[in-house]
């Protein structure tokens, strides 16, 4: 119970403490009839580069995407390289780098939901968000060290990774709840 976010049930116990971090990641709903990435709470999301927030609405302390059709959500090789992309990278890695260097913070995996999150009311997680994560969680050798690590920056080790062989990463192990890779 120590690994799972805060709630009602377990904050009422005095051994929990809480290990790990949970993201909010951005769902996928359809809004008025369009097929629409959302972010949620609690984190606080950056403010959208020009380029993305043209075509965003702004919702709370939040942003919303719409897409064309629910294919293209789900299409991640054509969004990987979009600024979408960079900017929940960029997202990812500084909450990261806030928690590990100035929180002291270590981790041993990550954990991802790849379909929906169903304890948290079948949350459909934008998939371009979950294969940003393990971008950002296989390039942060910088951050997660390990015996892997041959010392490369992040920015060069993102560079890498299309290039490198699957087997042979660095980073965190990943650990996929319905035991499926969302990729």
């Given at each position: ?19 790990g971090h ?43 995407i ?25 997202h990812?890695?500084?909450h ?21 999150l ?11 968000f ?13 951050l ?40």
């Open positions: 119970m120590d690994a799972s976010e805060a709630s009602t049930f377990n904050k009422a116990v005095d051994w929990y403490k809480g290990r949970w993201f909010s990641p951005p769902m996928i709903q359809y809004t008025n009839g369009t097929p629409t990435v959302h972010t949620t709470g609690p984190d606080l999301w950056p403010h959208l580069p020009p380029s993305i927030a043209s075509n965003a609405t702004t919702v709370g302390d939040g942003w919303s719409p897409f064309d059709s629910l294919q293209s959500i789900y299409t991640l090789q054509d969004r990987l390289q979009t600024d979408l992309a960079k900017y929940y990278r960029f990812i890695r500084s990261l780098l806030r928690l590990v260097r100035e929180g002291g913070r270590r981790f041993g995996a990550l954990v991802i939901e790849p379909v929906c169903g304890a948290g009311g079948m949350v459909f997680v934008d998939p371009l979950q294969a940003c994560m393990i971008e950002v969680t296989r390039a942060s050798g910088d997660f060290g390990g015996k892997g690590w041959d010392g490369s920056s992040y920015e060069t080790e993102l560079l890498r990774l299309s290039s490198r062989d699957p087997g042979a990463w660095q980073g965190l192990p990943i650990i996929y709840d319905e035991g499926k890779s969302p990729a």
